[in-house]
């Protein structure tokens, strides 16, 4: 059995994490379960799973769920600190890690268990949209084994030959015989949406996705299709693609979760129900064929399959994110940053749907083209990135 720890465990990725880990309990062990806020549901998983150890990231949290956890009478350790964290991660006592946090929060402990050669699970899209070749280099120093958990990147990986699959980060997709990678998205819930109407839409309505499950700020970056933009991103530094080698798809049905075209006019895709344990499932059984309880794809009962080319008009976040892919590491880091923060003024309900592509540019327009080489610039510029993002909001556009 590995000794597995699940960051962002009590979000829609932990979710269907630990419901892998129920059905296939021969495979892992829970050693550490790691949270933000959500004190009662942590409280649930570990009186289930009984992990080795817990850490909550906000203090006021790790304080109450130590009690909880005391008043149990329940062995979960409690981490204090960070740096407590970080050691955990670097030890032998953890072999895999399900990095499922949101947003740049999850870069530095992803980057300690990547320096680790520990077995990474990646679902923070985030994590190379930042760090890009920072990360990649470190996996290939230290010999960690990336598996790419996003059911986009997932899909690509199962289409492609073993060759590249083990040199991710490095691969040679031309000499392989690929032509194109196909990024497939849905086009989120106002496909249809006049766009007249796009600056009176609601958080509400926006975090509606129509195929998938997921939490508030994924939804949104979804409605947006700035998510796309950061897994086209993400894919870039995965699979070493140009911007010739890859192409963003609408397919609003969502059961072609990307494709891979080949020379020959092949084109592999990877399909399935729009259920995050299936490429769970996969990563976490090593590559071979584990049970999900996802359920089997009924092609009697599927809808017919459409595709179009994106609509950057609909999809400015999209352009943006395309565009900064190839302006360099700073170019992402603010974005990324400047997306997180105007986000969360939507939710709030700040400022308005439109203003959250508005806001990011501006922040992009700004941003010095500065060399990256080191997490410590990386961190700096998210800060400041975010900084912009909030003084141009309450200069110009605070609803």
């Known amino acids: 059995m590995k000794n597995l720890a699940i960051l962002g465990a009590t979000g829609s990725i932990g979710d269907s994490t630990l419901s892998v880990c129920r059905d296939n309990a021969h495979l892992y062990n829970v050693t550490l379960l790691l949270a933000s806020k959500s004190v009662d549901k942590m409280l649930s998983l570990c009186l289930e799973f009984t992990p080795r150890y817990v850490a909550m990231s906000c203090s006021a949290a790790t304080k109450e ?62 994590s190379l949209v930042m760090s890009g070749q920072l990360f990649i280099d470190a996996v290939k120093k230290s010999g960690a084994k990336l598996w ?11 289409a492609l030959s073993p060759k590249l699959q083990n040199t991710l980060g490095h691969c040679e997709l031309t000499s392989q015989g690929v032509s194109k990678i196909l990024l497939t998205g849905s086009g ?76 020959d006019g092949s084109v592999i895709a990877q399909m399935g129900n729009p259920d995050m344990r299936i490429p769970i499932a996969h990563v976490m059984g090593g590559g071979e064929r584990i049970e999900s309880k996802a359920g089997n794809f009924d092609f009697f009962s ?15 976040c999209l352009k943006l994110a395309i565009d900064a892919c190839y302006h360099g590491q700073h170019a992402t880091t603010a974005l990324n940053a400047s997306n ?22 501006r922040v992009l327009q700004q941003t010095s083209t500065q060399p990256i080489h080191s997490i410590e610039q990386l961190l700096e510029l998210d800060k400041q990135a975010k900084v912009s993002t909030l003084e141009i909001m309450r200069r110009d556009i605070l609803c």
């Not at 947003?103 to 992803?110: C, D, Q, R």
């Not at 509606?208 to 991103?233: R, V």
């Not at 599927?302 to 400015?316: G, I, K, L, V, W």
């Open 302 to 316: 599927a809808p017919e399959f459409t595709f179009s080319a994106p609509d950057y008009q609909r999809y400015p």
């Open 340 to 361: 997180e923060v105007a986000v969360d003024a939507f939710l709030k309900g700040q400022i308005q749907f439109t203003q959250i592509a508005q806001l990011v540019e």
């Open 65 to 126: 769920l130590a009690k909880k956890l005391n008043k149990e009478n329940c062995s979960s350790q409690v981490i204090q600190s960070e740096e407590e964290l970080l050691q955990l991660l670097s030890s032998t006592e953890i072999d895999a890690v399900m990095v499922a946090i949101v947003g740049g929060a999850g870069l530095k402990t992803t980057l300690t268990a990547v320096k680790a050669g520990k077995e990474i699970f990646l679902a923070n899209k985030e």
């Open 188 to 263: 989120g819930p106002f496909l249809n949406t006049s766009l007249s109407d796009f600056a009176n839409i609601t958080p509400k309505q926006a975090v509606k996705h129509p195929n998938w499950s997921m939490g508030q700020k994924i939804s949104i970056d979804s409605a947006t299709m700035m998510n796309k933009g950061l897994e086209y991103i993400e894919a870039r530094w995965l699979f070493n693609a140009s911007r010739e080698q890859l192409q963003v798809i609408i397919h609003p049905q969502s059961v072609i979760h990307s494709m891979v075209q080949y020379i």
């Open 148 to 158: 790419p958990v996003d059911s986009e990147h997932n899909a690509i990986y199962q």
